[in-house]
């Protein structure tokens, strides 16, 4: 069965510094989406991406972050300089059409930031 | 806005069974079921759309009641592999179509 892939699976970080998770969608899909989930805590939206641009973002996703699909396969998020607050679990997902479709998570990248 | 599920832990023995439950105070176009593993991405459930259906997953099964803006999940028969926490995600009618998730309901299944 095709699934999400991510890599890191875990990285940890000096504070201040640029990280880069990577993602591989699921090869027929056509919406991705990048979640957050800090420890112990609900799993919350942090950026969806169609077409080659955000379609939708939330208040967390500030001037930090960035996402982008740099070819076909590959979809990146950005975070210029790491907060010890942004330390969690970081999902992609994606998803051939929102609304009726499943949205797959991938395994997630744990980010430490020290 | 987030949905609210309840109730926030279940403790069970194995073969009891058990029902979760999700609302929302928006209309909704469809609600997801994921149940996470400590440490694991969340794995996809089910998904109901609006229309009052209901699915089945083995012995895990949902309901979505479209006019009271609510879904359950009930797990029949527990075993101890359905432990984890159980998040609902909805989407709602005439948004953006991305799921918005509660806090999640903890299940731990005893032998």
């Known amino acids: 069965e095709p699934e999400v892939t991510q890599t890191p699976s875990h990285q940890v970080t000096q504070m201040g510094q640029e990280v880069i998770l990577r993602c591989v969608p699921i090869?027929?899909?056509?919406?991705f989406y990048w979640y957050r989930q800090i420890l112990g805590q609900k799993v919350e939206f942090l950026v969806s991406?169609?077409?080659?641009?955000?379609?939708?973002k939330s208040e967390i996703f500030d001037d930090q972050f960035s996402v982008e699909r740099p070819d076909g396969s590959n979809f990146t998020l950005k975070i210029r300089s790491t907060k010890l607050e942004d330390s969690a679990m970081y999902f992609c997902?994606?998803?051939?059409?929102?609304?009726?479709?499943?949205?797959?998570f991938g395994p997630g990248t744990r980010l430490t930031v020290l | 806005q987030q949905p609210v599920q309840s109730p926030q832990a279940v403790i069970l023995r194995e073969g009891e069974d058990a029902v979760i439950n999700c609302s929302s105070s928006?209309?909704?176009?469809?609600v997801h079921w994921y149940r996470q593993k400590h440490g694991e991405a969340p794995v996809f459930l089910m998904i109901?759309?609006?229309?009052?259906e209901q699915k089945g997953h083995e012995k895990i099964s949902a309901s979505f009641n479209e006019k009271k803006q609510q879904s359950s999940l009930y797990l029949t028969a527990s075993q101890l592999s359905y432990s984890g926490t159980y998040f609902c995600?909805?989407?709602?009618?005439?948004?953006?179509?991305?799921?918005?998730f509660g806090r999640g309901t903890s299940l731990i299944v005893h032998p």
């Open positions: 997902a994606s998803r051939q059409r929102p609304g009726t479709d499943t949205q797959y």
């Open positions: 090869s027929n899909h056509l919406y």
């Open positions: 991406f169609y077409n080659n641009e955000i379609s939708e």
């Open positions: 928006k209309a909704l176009y469809s």
């Open positions: 109901l759309l609006k229309g009052g």
């Open positions: 995600g909805t989407e709602r009618t005439g948004g953006s179509y991305i799921p918005t």
